[in-house]
């Protein structure tokens, strides 16, 4: 039985030499050169051609490159009793981590007004907010969510937390559904976003959203790119409701080079490089599914594909 590799961001030989490291007899087949379908027996994936897991007929996981699995899902041919898995390890959420606290920073501190200043070669020094009087709040309390909370709570920041369904954290308020969001977003002068896409969650940051917040909000979205109507963001920077907004992930990817949102100067703009998936630090937890697997036991980090995540 064989591994069918498939990325069309990622190369190959890395991959394949990390999991052929710990596991030396494993056959891996790079898409398109496949073989007998018949043979496939886990399908390591980002962004599978649609329609292409309806080709395996023996296929017992799909195991997917990355947290996210909605670009997945969206693939309806797959077959509904096929199990997906999502890759979840230390490394991503450090990552992540450490991409939110260095956004969150930069606005607490003022960096990016600074950095304007240095341009116009101006002096001046603006006021300062301390951590303890400066909360920031974060939708989606997933894994993620709540190692970034617990960081931020370290450096002195009050916080606030949001997910869809009631969950509680040492420390934090939290509010869930669409009640407790009417609560939590005047709180959150920072608002950081790691929601997972679902047909709940999409167009979420929205205008109606962005005018409950306080006024000078600022908004870190690392979650996903449909939670985010760009146009009401636009619009919210413009006439100030947001003061600033720094956006890792996007509707269509790579960003045109003709999108309005590169040109902003109140966004900052990075190519979903939040958390990046390296084949050392994930091919131990592919390998312990794949073993799982063979063994007739469920894979981990299982998503629901009902709820999407």
């Not at 190369?11 to 030499?17: D, K, N, T, V, Y």
Request: hydrophobic share 45%.
């Amino acid at each position: 039985m064989a591994l069918i590799f498939h990325s069309n961001v990622a190369s190959p030989a890395p991959w394949i030499a990390a999991l052929q490291a710990l596991m030396p007899d494993l056959e891996i087949r790079v898409w398109p050169e496949i073989g007998d379908p018949a043979d496939a027996e886990v399908m390591l994936a980002w962004l599978p051609p649609r329609g292409s897991l309806a080709r395996l007929p023996n296929l017992k996981l799909l195991q997917c490159m990355g947290a996210g699995v909605d670009q997945l899902l969206a693939d309806e041919s797959i077959p509904p009793g096929l199990p997906v898995a999502r890759l979840v390890n230390d490394n991503q959420t450090a990552g992540m981590t450490e991409y939110v606290l260095a956004a969150v920073l930069r606005y607490h501190r003022r960096l990016d007004e600074y950095a304007r200043f240095q341009r116009d070669r101006h002096w001046e020094r603006l006021p300062h907010v301390d951590a303890c009087d400066r909360c920031i709040g974060v939708m989606g309390l997933g894994d993620l969510g709540r190692a970034v909370a617990d960081k931020l709570a370290l450096l002195g920041f009050p916080l606030v937390g949001w997910s869809r369904h009631p969950k509680e954290l040492a420390g934090i308020d939290t509010f869930h559904g669409p009640d407790g969001l009417q609560l939590f977003l005047p709180r959150c002068e920072i608002l950081v976003c790691l929601l997972p896409f679902t047909p709940s969650t999409a167009d979420i940051l929205c205008r109606d959203l962005f005018d409950r917040l306080p006024r000078g909000a600022h908004l870190i979205n690392a979650g996903r790119g449909p939670l985010l109507v760009e146009e009401d963001l636009l619009r919210a920077l413009d006439d100030g409701r947001i003061a600033g907004a720094t956006l890792d992930v996007f509707r269509r990817e790579p960003l045109p080079v003709d999108d309005l949102l590169w040109a902003h100067p109140k966004l900052t703009i990075t190519p979903h490089i939040a958390t990046i998936v390296t084949p050392q630090s994930t091919a131990p937890q592919i390998v312990e599914n794949i073993r799982r697997v063979r063994a007739g036991l469920p894979p981990r980090h299982l998503i629901d594909r009902s709820v999407g995540y």
